[in-house]
């Protein structure tokens, strides 16, 4: 008898075990998952293509690959994965590569953008900003000494200097010809083909392998590349009202301040956002 109801107590613990843990499940992946189309595009990743490809034009192919898990946004909604195209804004030494949708023949809309900045002899620093209207904000993420790994949100104070990167080379040599894609609505690349999107959560787990190499920030470093693409910035009417609720939700659960600080040269600004999660009421 004591064995039967010893055996009844643990299987109702059991149960209610698993009947509370889906719950927690649930609220970690909404909690992870905002909801917004840059859920579907692999930041870290991008950079990390920037790292590998030996120039603008070869970073465009890599993050337009299927196996390298960078790209799953469908901002048209038809069924199958959008081109990035890749487009070089340059002033001196301050290069802005924008990474832009073709969302019909007649609406482009930025994805994020490359802010890339020479900062001395053989030195170079760069930023991966995603769009508002994609992330909901503008996320900021920079390269990580990758033998220090550095938590998800850490304000880290080290700044890498990217100048061994092919790519950075490249775009500082003096052969280099502006790169700006030629591919657009209807033009694509004889090599590339569309795929369909995958759910959240098959995507997300291939952000893990750049956890460590990659870090999220809450400031510029790259001031001067950030103003010479600002005045440029595109946007999509139909992703903006297509996804307005969505963003509206987002931000309204978000307390954003915003400072100016001083770029390096002095005369050099750049916006300075700290945001913080509200608590919910109860």
Do not use: C
Not at 47 to 76: W, Y
Not at 174 to 194: L, M, N
Not at 199 to 209: E, G, Q, S
Not at 259 to 268: A, E, F, K, Y
């Amino acid at each position: 008898m004591l064995f039967m109801k010893l055996t009844r107590f643990l299987f109702i613990t059991a149960l209610v075990g698993a009947v509370t843990a889906e719950p927690l499940s649930a609220q970690t992946t909404a909690q992870d998952s905002t909801g917004l189309p840059g859920d579907n595009f692999n930041l870290p990743g991008a950079l990390e293509m920037f790292r590998k490809a030996g120039s603008p034009e070869e970073f465009e192919k890599l993050i337009n690959t299927e196996d390298n898990k960078v790209n799953n946004l469908d901002l048209n909604e038809d069924g199958n994965i959008d081109y990035i195209k890749v487009i070089d804004k340059k002033e001196g030494d301050a290069h802005a590569f924008i990474l832009q949708d073709a969302v019909s023949e007649t609406e482009n809309q930025d994805v994020a953008v490359i802010e890339l900045e020479k900062t001395g002899n053989n030195n170079a620093a760069l930023q991966i900003v995603g769009d508002k209207d994609i992330y909901g904000e503008q996320v900021i993420i920079e390269p990580t000494a990758e033998a220090t790994p550095a938590p998800a949100n850490t304000n880290a104070n080290v700044v890498v200097n990217v100048w061994a990167w092919p790519a950075v080379r490249y775009v500082y040599g003096p052969s280099y010809a502006v790169w700006v894609s030629p591919w657009g609505w209807r033009a694509r690349p004889v090599w590339w083909h569309p795929w369909r999107p995958v759910r959240w959560h098959v995507f997300y787990p291939y952000r893990a392998p750049y956890r460590h190499h990659y870090v999220v920030v809450h400031h510029y470093r790259v001031a001067r590349a950030h103003q010479v693409y600002v005045p440029v910035r595109t946007t999509s009417v139909t992703v903006q009202t297509r996804h307005q609720a969505s963003v509206n939700h987002y931000r309204a659960t978000r307390t954003t301040r915003t400072t100016t600080v001083q770029g390096r040269r002095g005369s050099v600004k750049a916006t300075k956002t700290t945001t913080k999660v509200r608590k919910r009421k109860r």
